[in-house]
């Protein structure tokens, strides 16, 4: 399997998917922009805001998975990393991944107590192409 191959089409997509866990046991999906900063398929960090479901769920249970794809006319392509997600809110990592024109999402700026940082750290995955699987180990 070329993991680099899947780093490139990973940093092709504009959607990201990330699972959570609620109190019921339940996977929830929510569709996300791309993650801000990628560390191999190892470590992707997301910006939320702090006061979301998914934070919330994140921090009882920081189960969670992340997905990727493409559907083109007859080819479809799909990433699935499984992991742990973090909630970050120390000032540095935020400063990380902040971007200009976030202040349209997180009034107070950088410091907005509403704005963190979902660091995702992945433990294995799994490629579609072609109607073919094929399973991997992150190390």
Known sequence: MDLIKIEKFIDKQKVSLICSVDEDNCPNVKAMLKP????????????TNTSSMRVKQYQKNPNASIYFYHKGLIKYVG??????MEVLTDQ???NMI?????????????????YCVLKFTATSGRYYCDLKNESFEIK
């Open 79 to 84: 990433v699935m990393l499984k992991g742990k």
């Open 98 to 114: 902040w971007r200009k024109g976030d202040t349209m999402f997180y009034k107070k700026g950088v410091t907005d107590p509403d």
């Open 92 to 94: 540095e990592t935020k």
């Open 36 to 47: 801000r900063k990628r560390n191999g398929l190892k470590v992707f960090y997301f910006s």
